[in-house]
């Protein structure tokens, strides 16, 4: 009963600062702070206005999409592999391709910096944030899609070859519709990471700013602040919806391969 | 009868380990064939090169006459029933069944006929349009066997397919085996741990052992004669004895440990049999206990009851009999008015030297 | 006996699927790796770089006390973090692997997992507005009566720094321990207590020594991409609660001098392994010794 306490306590905590957002995203004040001072909703006007934002938000979509794809594909070889044959240097392998899991964002940011700009003497773009997005969320889409494949009893393949389908057939008609909704919850995982992530962009975009590099640059104007809880706001439910999105998806393909629901994504 | 599957000198290697062990094997065409054998002796190994999922490490295998090196399992004359059954979870029973006619010439309502005849012929008439995720055990097993045979294959391979199944459901699913082998007339090759099953329903059975067939023979051959101790051991229970070949003639004369001199025919006999050490074979229901007043004109030797197991149909006893490393175990039906004898009771054992089997090894 | 040693049409296949992240990993984290080390014995002069090699920037790192001191900070700062998250998230994980129902365990992990998706430099940015001299916090205690003067000890220094951070990666803890306690066969459990031991000592001898593999899970996690930490302590660290990610960034963006900043992304990279490595060792030891 205590745990049960606990286990409140401790969400109330995980969740305050989120609830707090809305709560001054439509607060008629410029501080953050209490107490309140009447509901407005002028913040959220002057989002729609202003130019700089949509076009960091359009960069960060645009990296998004691309980066969650790119992974979704690398994520899925990886796992694939995973149900495969063992060999030697195997482990090494997939530890190494998991390893920006553990490996501190800095130092991807500056050692792709250090490549792009000092050793290969290109300029940055959202091409490179591209490219290091992709290398941390493939990590998050094998964590997905190893669940997704290692569900799959590896004879339903060989059933399919068996009764006449070419290796690639099988691959689409049985393992395909099988892991598919795996393959969406990475996509989306992966889009929710790229989307929010800031160190890289930060070390790594060009002229033009992603969307959580242009929040970094707004969090030094006080008066700018109701503006970024207002975005926020956005982003928060935008995330929540996302990520239902993706469980949905993960539970359904459990259900879909009549299994039992043995915990979350990750 | 003439041979459909042609294995010769078959090796397997999985790096170091060799799982198949120059594998020579002629399966013949229509004949029910069961491979047999521990866990981890390479049955399933061999069934699955058949099928085409694992690549022989050297030697040839034909099937009809066709040579199957670099034909891949999708192109092989063989079907197969998976030991989880692999009905594939996101079909219906129907688009199961149907899934290996999809390059089928047929037009769609000529398919949808054989689809539910197929399933007619397995007992899953009108199952046709139920989720594959909902059904049973037995009916999964019996989606898995229409699948496979709609595809009217040369070769039918089941491996283990019964033994995710409770005993009275396996039971029923062996007779309607043998019963659907017989209809289809297709060469059905079995792959099994279980001895039992094997003997009920195959034609002939290949015993194996670390990745080598150690015997291949028909059901009653393999039981009453068996070429070697380890065989003996793993099919029914067997008695071992110690004994000395003396003569190998028309008979073999044995000096048996505890029973004495005995001339067991030379068929009961591995070829070669030659004067030395042996181990000898003896079931428990050749052998019989002699109650109070019984007599007999087979030979009989006298011990004391060291243990009694009570099945119901059956008594098993333990005789201990002086000479006899091991007491030996002895089965007699519980007739009515036989009793159930006590531990420690003297008893005279009744035995024959014809059921005396010499084993190599 | 021959042994069989050309490879099956399976390994084939195996290995030309996971090629392709591990070339994509080799020439986005591997080779980029290679260039930050080879970086860090060179030196900048000015706009070019002096490819002599050298460990002076070693030297300077190690010996400049404000570089030695945001390293050791950095550590403590990531030390306490880990330490925190890890004591507060067990028993969570604990909760919801032991005492929620099966089938709401899935909501739980999705309700303790939603804020670590949501955008992370507004929920630090929150912290400061939750923690300042006028912030929530303080107000709401005022406001009820239970201090008189704001608190100044939890924003702009490493106290901020830990509670923000011991938010961020909560669910980074929660995960792998439930996963640990998951697996463990609930019979173990009973058989404990069959044996003689009562509910308290079964915690102490089976459920926690199995669970720990998700607890060093947890510890490593947590540990290793905190110390590289950069938006945390630069929002609500202050001048006493920046860390070494910030002096990294720093040396490359503002001073350019990319040599130094390469040195000092190793040594704490370097630092970061040893302390982990170190860990895991000690950890393996002490289940031995049991």
Same mark, same amino acid.
């Given at each position: ?6 286990a ?9 600062p989120?609830v ?12 953050i702070?209490?107490?309140l ?5 002028q913040?959220?006007?002057?989002l ?7 076009e960091?938000v ?5 990296? =998004? ?6 992974a979704?594909?690398?994520?899925m070889c ?10 030697p240097?195997?482990r ?5 391709i ?26 940055l773009?959202?091409?490179t ?8 969320c ?24 068996d009764?006449?389908q070419s290796r690639?057939? =099988?691959?689409r ?5 099988l ?6 919850s990475?996509?989306?995982i992966?889009?929710t ?7 890289i ?11 959580p ?14 503006v970024?809880?207002?975005l926020?706001?956005?982003l ?8 239902t ?15 039992k ?6 | ?10 090796n397997?290697?999985?790096?170091d380990y060799?799982?198949l ?7 013949r ?20 090169t058949? =099928? ?17 090196r670099?034909?891949?399992?999708n ?7 998976f ?8 079909l219906?029973v129907g ?6 006619l ?12 054989a689809?539910?005849?197929a ?5 899953l008439g009108?199952y ?21 045979l ?14 995710a199944?409770d ?11 043998m ?11 079995l ?7 094997a ?5 002939r059975?290949a015993?194996?052992?670390e ?9 009653e051959?393999?039981?009453?004669r ?11 229970l067997?008695?071992f004895?110690?004994?000395r070949?003396?003569?190998v003639?028309?008979?073999?004369e044995v000096e048996?440990?505890g029973?004495g ?10 070829a ?7 181990s000898?074979g003896i079931?428990?229901e050749?052998?019989?206990?002699l ?21 119901g149909?059956?008594t098993?006893y333990?005789?201990?009999? #002086? ?18 004898l ?7 054992v009744a ?11 | 006996?021959?042994?069989?040693s050309?490879?099956?049409d399976e ?11 591990f070339?994509y ?12 080390v ?5 030196t900048?002069?000015?706009?070019d770089?002096?490819?002599a ?6 030297? #300077?790192?190690?010996?400049?006390p404000?570089y030695?001191?945001l ?35 899935s909501?739980?992990?999705f ?5 670590f ?7 630090v ?8 001299y006028?912030?929530v ?22 106290n901020?720094?830990?509670i923000?951070?011991a938010?961020?990666?909560a ?11 998951e697996?463990?066969?609930r ?11 009562s509910?308290v000592?079964?915690?102490?001898r089976?459920?926690?020594?199995l ?6 899970a ?6 290793i991409?905190?110390?590289?930490d950069?938006?945390?302590?630069r ?12 002096m ?12 130094l ?13 040893v302390i ?6 000690l950890?393996?030891?002490w289940?031995r010794?049991?």
């Open positions: 009963m205590s745990l049960r306490i606990y409140i306590a401790y969400l109330i905590f995980l969740y305050a989120i707090l957002l809305p709560i001054f995203a439509f607060n008629d004040g410029s501080i702070a209490f107490p001072q009447g509901f407005t909703t913040w959220f006007g002057e729609a206005t202003t130019a700089a934002l949509h960091a359009g960069n960060s979509l645009t990296i =998004a999409v691309v980066s969650a794809l790119l979704t594909c690398l994520g990886a796992a694939r592999a995973g149900t495969m044959a063992e060999f240097g195997k090494g392998i997939t530890g190494f998991m390893l920006p899991l553990v490996l501190p964002e800095i130092i991807v940011a500056v050692s792709l910096l250090v490549v792009v700009v000092r050793v290969m003497g290109l300029s773009g959202n091409w944030i591209i490219l290091a997005h992709t290398l941390i493939t990590p998050f889409c094998i964590a997905i899609l190893n669940g997704a494949f290692q569900n799959l009893d590896r004879s339903m393949e060989e059933a399919a070859m009764l006449g690639w057939g =099988a691959f008609l049985v393992t395909l519709p892991v598919a909704p795996g393959i969406v990475s996509l989306l992966s889009f990471i790229s989307l929010d992530e800031f160190i962009a930060f070390f790594l975009s060009g002229n033009s700013p992603t969307m590099v242009y929040i970094w640059g707004l969090l030094r104007f006080p008066d700018k602040l109701p970024v809880m207002a926020g706001t956005i928060v439910a935008l995330s929540i919806l996302l990520l999105l993706a469980e949905i998806m993960r539970r359904r393909g459990l259900a879909r391969a009549g299994l629901d043995t915990g979350g994504f990750l | 009868m003439t041979d459909l599957i042609t294995l010769q000198g078959v397997k290697y999985y790096g060799h799982a062990r120059q594998i020579d094997l002629k399966i065409q229509g004949e029910f064939f069961s491979l047999l054998g521990p866990s981890g002796c390479g049955k399933t190994t061999l069934l699955r058949i =099928a085409g999922f694992e690549e022989t490490s050297s030697g040839s295998l034909h099937i009809d006459g066709r040579d199957m670099g034909v891949s399992a192109h092989r004359p063989t079907n197969m029933v030991q989880s059954y692999a009905i594939f979870p996101h219906s688009e199961n069944v149907a899934f290996g999809r390059k089928d010439p047929r037009g769609k309502a000529e398919k949808a006929r689809v539910e005849r399933l007619e012929m397995v007992g009108g046709g349009g139920r989720r594959a995720h909902a059904l049973s055990g037995g009916q999964r097993q019996r989606v898995a066997l229409a699948r496979a709609i595809l009217e294959p040369k070769v039918l391979l089941l491996d283990e397919p019964l033994s199944l005993k009275k459901m396996r039971e029923q699913m062996q007779v309607e085996l019963r659907l082998q017989r209809q289809v007339g297709i060469t059905f090759i792959v099994t741990h279980d001895q039992e099953e003997l009920v329903m195959s034609d059975i015993v194996m052992f990745g080598e067939i150690g015997q291949l023979d028909d059901p051959t393999l039981y009453r068996p070429n070697s101790k380890r065989v003996a051991s793993f099919i029914g067997m008695n004895l110690r004994g070949v003396t003569e003639g028309a008979q073999i048996v440990a029973l001199r005995c001339a067991v025919p030379a068929e009961q006999a591995p070669g049999a030659a004067p030395g050490d042996m000898i079931r428990p050749t052998l019989a206990i109650f109070e007043g019984e007599t007999t004109d087979r030979r009989v030797v006298r011990g004391m009851v060291d243990e009694v197991v009570y099945y149909d059956m098993y333990d005789v201990r009999i #002086e000479g006899v490393e091991k007491p030996l175990t002895i089965s007699m039906k519980n007739l009515i008015g036989r009793p159930v006590d531990v420690g009771t003297a008893t005279r035995w024959d030297e014809r059921s005396l089997v010499l084993l190599a090894g | 006996m021959r042994k069989d050309r490879l099956s390994e084939r296949r195996t290995i030309a699927l996971i090629s392709v992240p070339v990993a080799l020439l986005l984290l591997a080779l980029p790796l290679g260039a930050i080879l970086f860090s014995f060179w900048q002069d000015f706009l770089i002096d490819t090699f050298t460990l002076d920037n070693y030297r #300077e790192a190690l010996s400049g404000i030695r001191t390293i050791g900070r950095s550590l403590w700062i990531a030390g306490s973090v880990t330490a925190v998250t890890v004591i507060l998230a067990f028993p969570i994980a604990y909760f919801v692997s032991f005492h929620v129902q099966p089938s709401r365990k909501l739980w992990l309700l303790i997992t939603i804020p998706w949501t955008s992370y430099l507004i929920r940015f929150l912290w400061k507005v939750i923690l300042g006028n912030g916090l303080n107000t709401s205690l005022q406001g009820v009566g239970l201090i008189d003067e704001p608190l100044t000890f939890i924003l702009y220094n490493a901020a720094v830990v923000t951070l938010h961020a990666f669910p980074f803890a929660i995960l792998p321990i439930f996963v640990a306690l697996k463990i066969d019979s173990l459990l009973e058989a404990s207590q069959d044996l003689g031991e509910k000592t079964t915690f102490l089976v459920t926690l020594p669970a720990m593999p998700g607890v060093v947890a510890v490593l996690i947590v540990f991409p905190t110390i590289g950069y938006v945390t302590p929002l609500v660290g202050g001048p006493n609660g920046l860390m070494i990610a910030n990294i960034q720093t040396q490359f963006l503002r001073l350019n001098n990319a040599p900043g390469a040195a000092l992304a190793i040594i704490a990279m370097i630092c970061v392994t982990a490595l170190a860990f895991v060792w950890n393996r030891k289940l010794s049991r």
